[in-house]
Every structure is written in C-alpha cells, then in structure tokens.
C-alpha cells in the first residue's frame, strides 16, 4: 500500500475529530439508540420482530434516511473544498502521490462516518447483554454489513462528485440533485410508471435494483418482511428471480462495487487533469 494513503488518512481522521459537527453527528445516533431503549421500542413487537430485534429494524429505517444524504454533503466538499482553499496545492507539494491522497480522503471519510454508526449499533448489542435482553448477532452482523456497503457506496459516488467537480457549491447541488432521483426513483414511482407506460415489470424492477437506496430499503425489508408483501406486486418479481439468501448477498456486494468503480473513476480523472 501507498505509505501516503495511510499518511492522509490519518491526517483526515484527526481533521474530522476536531470538527464540532463530527460529534453532533456521532451523538445523533448514539442518542437515537439511548432513546429507543428510554421508550421501550424493545418491549414491543411487530411481525415476531421483538427486543433488541425491534430496535436494529428501526435503526436501519432511520439509517437509510440520514446516511445516505449526511455522506454526500459531507463527501463532495472534500477534494474540491481542499482546491479552493489552497490546502491541496499544499499537501501535494510533499511527498504525497494523487493516488495516495485521493484514497487517503477516501478511507478517512468511511472511518468516521461508519465508526459511530457501527458504535451506535455494538453499543445496544452490549447494552442487550448486560439487561439480559436476547441479541440477535446474526441480524447485527448482517445490518453491520448492510450499513458499511451504503457508507461505501454513496462515499464513491461523493468523492466522485467531488474530483470531478469545479466548485463546492456545484459538488453539493449535484449531490443534491443525485440524492433527489434516488429518493425518487424508490418502488412507488416505478410501479407509476409500470402503469402509465405498460413497460415490461421485470424491466422496471431491473432498473429499480440499480438503485443502490431502493437495494438497501428492499435488503432490509428482507429480514423484517421475508417475503417483501409490504412492496406489493414487486415483491414477487424479485423472489422469483433470486432466492433471498442470494438478494441479501447481492445487497452487500452491489453498493461496494458501485462504490469502488466510482472511487476508480474518480481517482482516474483526478489523477489525469488539472486538479490545482
């Protein structure tokens, strides 16, 4: 590995762990949890989901909610926000490869955004085991998963936007916009435009599985709903196609690989133009 990736990454770290903004994020979801607990979300139950169980589900509801557009914001800023303000024309003149920095920032960035998350969650699993609740370590390693391949993938997309980007109020309007369509794009237009159009269903699904949000909205529904009913008539296409333990897999592997050819692209054309 690029000594300077790990150089930069360190670097990175320290910069985002004096940030105020860092420790409010990271209190968001240590305080969710807190709350969870304080309003008894594990001594309810829906569809057999009950305990400690009943909270990871709402978890990842939040997750799929804040992670995906608090890691875009956060993300697009960091190589054009270095090139406006100079400090990247500074770190390059050391002996720092573009390569190394580019993926220093990268690692950087999932180390801080995933680790209070994956905290958030280790800590009501261990909270579960001191008050005797039952924890379900094959859902929490499965979410653990899950949580670590959406930070990977809306990260490559972030520090895509970010290379690519002339200036940071351009990398976050684009951010924004990409965010719009993802969000917009979930099952319930797709089943809009089924309709109105009279496409081929397996074609909308299709299209709707590219969506890496609707992939991990439809992967957590695996587990909470295994036959997907909540998603009405798409639910059959897609177990038709795939069984569920292959959709779960399919999950994981999908947001990571969109994520690191996003990360290579970006890499690519920060490494080829003018980035000063």
């Not at 797709?190 to 159009?197: A, D, N, Q």
């Not at 599985?209 to 998603?231: G, Y």
Request: with cysteine.
């Amino acid at each position: 590995m690029d000594k300077s990736i790990i150089e930069i990454t360190i670097l990175d770290v320290r910069q985002n762990l004096r940030s105020r903004w860092f420790w409010v994020y990271s209190l968001l979801f240590g305080g969710f949890v807190a709350i969870m607990f304080a309003m008894g979300i594990t001594e309810s139950q829906i569809i057999g989901f009950v305990g400690l169980s009943r909270l990871m589900v709402t978890f990842m509801q939040v997750s799929m909610v804040i992670l995906p557009i608090y890691v875009l914001i956060s993300t697009v800023r960091s190589v054009v926000g270095d090139r406006e303000s100079n400090v990247m024309e500074y770190i390059l003149s050391l002996p720092v490869s573009f390569t190394g920095y580019f993926w220093g920032k990268f690692i950087g960035r999932f180390i801080v955004i995933y680790v209070p998350v994956f905290i958030a969650l280790l800590g009501a699993a261990i909270w579960g085991t001191i008050t005797n609740i039952d924890v379900p370590w094959n859902l929490f390693t499965y979410y653990s998963f899950l949580l670590g391949a959406m930070v990977f993938c809306f990260l490559g997309i972030g520090m895509f936007i970010s290379a690519i980007a002339r200036s940071q109020d351009m990398a976050v309007s684009s951010a924004f916009i990409i965010w719009l369509i993802l969000v917009a794009f979930l099952d319930l237009l797709l089943m809009g435009i089924m309709l109105k159009m009279r496409m081929n269903p397996e074609i909308v699904i299709g299209v709707g599985m590219i969506n890496p949000l609707q992939v991990f909205r439809t992967a957590v529904l695996a587990l909470f709903d295994p036959k997907l009913t909540v998603m009405g008539p798409a639910s059959y296409y897609i177990l038709d196609i795939v069984t569920r333990n292959v959709f779960i897999v399919f999950a994981i592997a999908y947001p990571v690989l969109l994520g690191a050819l996003l990360g290579i692209l970006g890499n690519r054309h920060f490494n080829k133009n003018d980035i000063i």
